[in-house]
């Protein structure tokens, strides 16, 4: 696990790379790699990467980066893992071609591999990654992200160049670089708590969508193309038993756990007391001949809901005797570390678990575990998020009333029973549309939102509305799919969006500001393809979520723990506003609305007083975010 950076000037610039230039991006990310660092740059200075090692697999100098083939014509740096390296490793050594200068580096298998089969090989490579390779032959830059998105990486071109790094920080030591805000990006961020890729709330810097790679060649010309989609790939699983589906299930995530053991550093798991962090650690445990490590989370005070998870993630650690930590949070804490989450962040991402994955990550750290494995995805390959059941049911019921009631009539319907609050004028308002109802998870509507405008934004963007954000995706789906599926369409939604650019953002930016490495088994693209499959009266039968995953893992977790409501990893944000945060979020958050010019502070203010107050965490972060990075007038320091 790593940093990446790096620029390519085209050919017609006269703009050349420094060593400096390079080594101010790549020291902005120390964080991400406190083991090791170096740069290339070449000859002509219009090519240049550099690069910080976190070391995992093969500690040797002879695997640090960047790193190029035997002839020098082929550069790269590499953040992340490539789990089957050792497979693929011996592949190339049939074919007795290639020399290799590392034993068991992961990097230079992906060198040789693109030396054999070209781009194409990441079709090869199981793992998470963000990879900037050069070809000197053909003068072609390739930028690549993994098929889930876990490895964030992100690019800009501008005064005939184009910069790439892990962080958006490090574009920023470009001073070219422009400090604006994407205003439109903007209007999505307050439905979707992060923005969706390509873009960013930079104006001018993109993120590479999950799944793809952009190949630039020295003029500046580039491509685009998506190499995985959940959607090719579904594994058939209509002539399998229920129980079938469940030994299947719990074999892939035996194998995508025992493929995730792998390096030559410690591996623990972050264990909340859930199903999913709960599975990790008791497969975990039977990879490991001796305890393993468990890091959970939970918090000082009155805060009974979320302490109570402590209980059961205690329960699993003694079940597998493994040495667990445990770290109690205070608003303090929160509030402390609110100016380094914006700088971890880069953008804002709304999600306040960002906060108890950094102090969990940071626990690890200081323990002296450097790789952790985490749950993220199985919630949404398998259904386990109650809001989900309610957005099925509701469409269900929908789907059966069209042909019965006009849209008008459902609309008194709902007001005449004390629901016509937005929320559910929203979802009739799409309906009639003949839109799928959900959207992902939303904090605001687009009414909400327009409320929340100021004036100056209500003019620019009052016509926009959030169907555009993800209409590319639904247009991808139903092009893909045989029939429309609602479960179907929901998991391959968040497996689009919400996943890579706000769950696994949050997980990336804040673990590596720990400077430890995350690792998530849910999200093998196999595991998924097989997930993908299986019919939604599986995955929710008797109302019960998540009911395969829980059938395949009876018998391994305590009935007490595979029962029980779920809780979900999280944050005490509504207390917390309303106490020791909420003084400083109004202070914060009405110079943001004053200077900024973005949000309506009347409205914002309203929030604040409300019985919604948790919301305003979101209004929160982007006015932190600005005044660190955007702010009129401001000294930046990344």
């Known amino acids: ?113 693109y030396e054999e089969w070209g781009i194409d090989c990441v079709s090869k490579f199981q793992g998470m990654f963000s990879i900037a390779l050069w070809d000197s032959l053909k003068k072609e830059l390739f930028l690549i992200r993994d098929r889930v998105g876990v490895k964030p990486l992100y690019y800009s071109i501008h005064n005939q160049r184009v910069v790439f790094a892990s962080e958006i920080k490090a574009l920023l030591e470009d001073s070219q670089q422009k400090r604006e805000v994407n205003e439109e990006s903007f209007f999505h961020y307050l439905s979707f708590l992060t923005v969706p890729a390509p873009n960013t709330l930079f104006s001018g810097i993109s993120k590479l969508p999950a799944g793809s790679w952009i190949k630039f060649n020295e003029i500046g010309e580039f491509v685009e193309h998506r190499y995985w989609d959940a959607l090719d790939n579904v594994y058939d699983t209509s002539g399998l038993s229920e129980d079938q589906v469940a030994e299947m299930l719990l ?197 909400q939102k327009k409320n929340l405008l100021s004036s100056r934004m209500l003019s620019k963007y009052g016509d926009l509305n959030s169907w555009s954000a993800i209409e590319s995706i639904w247009v991808k789906y139903i092009k893909k799919t045989p029939r429309v599926d609602s479960l179907q369409w929901m998991t391959y939604l968040d497996l689009n969006f919400r996943l890579p650019e706000l769950l696994l953002m949050r997980v990336d930016k804040m673990s590596m500001g720990a400077s430890i490495e995350v690792r998530e088994p849910f999200l093998d693209h196999k595991l998924i393809e097989l997930a993908l499959g299986i019919p939604q009266d599986i995955k929710i039968k008797n109302g019960v979520l998540k009911s395969i995953l829980k059938k395949s893992l009876r018998g391994l977790l305590p009935d007490e723990i595979l029962d029980r409501k779920k809780q979900g990893f999280a944050a005490p944000i509504d207390e917390w506003m309303g106490n020791e945060l909420g003084d400083l979020a109004c202070l914060k958050l009405k110079d943001f609305c004053i200077q900024s010019d973005l949000l309506n502070w009347e409205e914002v203010e309203k929030l604040l007083n409300s019985n919604k107050r948790a919301n305003a965490w979101s209004l929160l972060n982007v006015a932190q975010w600005w005044e660190i990075y955007i702010k009129p007038g401001k000294n930046y320091v990344n």
């Open 251 to 447: 074999g892939e995530l035996k194998r995508s756990i025992k493929l995730r053991m792998v390096g030559d550093v410690p591996v623990g798991v972050f264990l909340s007391g859930g199903v999913d962090s709960s599975a990790n650690a008791v497969l975990n445990s039977e990879c490991t001949l001796g305890p393993i490590d468990t890091f959970s989370i939970g918090y000082e005070g009155s805060y009974k809901s979320y302490q109570n998870e402590l209980l059961y993630a205690k329960k699993v650690a003694v079940q597998i005797n493994a040495r667990y930590h445990e770290k109690l949070l205070s608003a303090q804490d929160l509030i402390e570390f609110l100016p380094i989450m914006a700088r971890l962040q880069d953008e804002p991402l709304a999600d306040p678990v960002c906060v108890p994955v950094y102090y969990v990550s940071k626990l690890a750290r200081d323990s002296g575990v450097i790789v952790c494995q985490v749950g993220e995805g199985a919630d949404e390959l398998f259904c386990g998020y109650p809001h989900w059941k309610f957005m099925l049911s509701l469409q269900k019921s929908l789907d059966l009333l069209r042909p019965l009631l006009p849209i008008n009539i459902l609309l008194k319907f709902f007001k005449a029973f004390g629901k016509g609050d937005r929320w559910y004028c929203e979802y009739l308002d799409r309906f009639r549309r003949q839109l799928p109802i959900f959207w992902g998870a939303e904090v605001f509507n687009d009414v």
């Open 1 to 113: 696990m790593c940093g990446i950076a790096g620029a390519l000037s085209f050919s017609q610039s006269d703009f050349r790379l420094t060593e400096d230039y390079l080594l101010r991006m790549r020291d902005s990310m120390a964080h991400r790699g406190p083991d090791g660092s170096g740069v290339w740059l070449a000859k002509d200075k219009k090519i240049g990467l550099a690069h910080r090692r976190l070391a995992i697999i093969d500690l040797s100098e002879a695997a640090n980066q960047p790193m190029s083939n035997s002839n020098n014509t082929i550069w790269i740096v590499f953040n992340g893992e490539i789990y089957n390296h050792s497979d693929i490793r011996a592949e190339l050594n049939e074919l007795g071609k290639y020399k290799c200068k590392t034993k068991y580096s992961d990097t230079e298998v992906i060198i040789h591999a």
